[in-house]
């Protein structure tokens, strides 16, 4: 199997694509590895040090201060990319700062948000973005969205901006019990060794003291 580490690059476009997004904004394009690859009516990037992106809109500025003064006149979203520093407060300040432009059944995308391993959380790589990630997965049913993360580093986190709800799904019995639990699902666990291992492990562990 191909592990491309770059999978965005190719992701992002075929999903904006698969949708049919008109309205597209990254935040944090470095030199155009994604939103140049992104074919939609309209494109918008913002970067502290843009370069230049044949029919895209481009923004030399910090993040907070596109949100504060342009986001606005351009909005609503339908597909955003927030991509730029990667430490949990970082992404929650861009991610709730975006969230009011982004249209009704809209998508944001977060990028680096499942580590492989635990040298993966290094700030100059994933950081701690999954933390974000993780916190939005364990609240979505508690308001207007849902979220899930894709498990394959660096991982991208996918959020709908979701306001239709079909009606709860309910098991045969009535009760919210999973197939698991009903005995309806025998699921073959990895060997204990390899759970041992997995980065679960290293996520609720202690955090390990510097020498
Ligand atoms: C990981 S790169 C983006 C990669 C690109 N999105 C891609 O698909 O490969 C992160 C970018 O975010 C930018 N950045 C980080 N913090 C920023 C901020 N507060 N405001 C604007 N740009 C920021 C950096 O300049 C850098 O170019």
Known sequence: MNRLQSFH?????LLV?????????ELGTDQNQTIGKVRCPRRIGVDKAAALCEGAIMFSMPIQ?????????LAPFQFVF??????AESVGQDFRGIWPFVEDEGLVVLHDTNPETESDTDPGLCGDAWKFAHDLWLRQHHDCYESLTLPYHPGLTLVRKRVSWGPPAKFADGKHTSLTEQGLLAFPCC???????????WRTSAPRRAK
Do not use: C, N, W
């Open 9 to 13: 690059e190719v992701l992002i476009p």
């Open 65 to 73: 201060a596109f949100i504060g003064e342009k986001a606005g006149s």
């Open 17 to 25: 694509e698969a949708m049919g997004v008109t309205t597209y904004l």
């Open 191 to 201: 060997p204990p060794q390899r759970r041992q291992r997995s980065r679960l492990a």
């Open 82 to 87: 927030i991509d730029a520093d990667h430490s």
